[in-house]
Nanobody
Framework: QVQLVESGGGLVQAGGSLRLSCAAS????????MGWYRQVTGKERELVAS???????RYGDSAKGRFTISRDNAQNTVYLFMSNLEPEDTGVYYC???????????????WGPGTPVAISS
């Protein structure tokens, strides 16, 4: 099993910044893609940003130019630095990682419990 623990969420004024972190622990051989998703009540979970093991990043439209995703492969940790935050960025942010337990096994998606982010205007 893989456990993901997120941290860094909170209440921030519009225009401010936050840094989210997510660390993986447990038994696994390797982690491939890591990412952050946001969910607002009544809406589907949407991609904020993802990053491959090689460091190639992809961003959702609302995150481009304002958010930066990074990872530390040695620490099995992914970060999301969010700047120039807007009230529309409010939601619960979930960490996602694709991990495999053996060299021959497929990658399995794991999710963190979510960390709330609230941006006041």
């Amino acid at each position: 099993q893989v456990q993901l623990v997120e941290s860094g969420g909170g209440l921030v004024q519009a225009g401010g910044s936050l840094r989210l972190s997510c660390a993986a622990s447990g038994s696994f051989r390797s982690i491939n893609d890591m990412g952050w998703y946001r969910q607002v009540t009544g809406k589907e979970r949407e991609l904020v940003a993802s990053i491959t093991r090689a460091g190639d990043a992809r961003y959702g439209d609302s995150a481009k130019g304002r958010f930066t995703i990074s990872r530390d492969n040695a620490q099995n940790t992914v970060y999301l630095f969010m700047s120039n935050l807007e009230p529309e960025d409010t939601g619960v942010y979930y960490c996602n990682m694709a991990a495999k337990h053996y060299s021959y096994s497929p990658y399995i998606d794991y999710w963190g419990p979510g960390t709330p982010v609230a941006i006041s205007s």
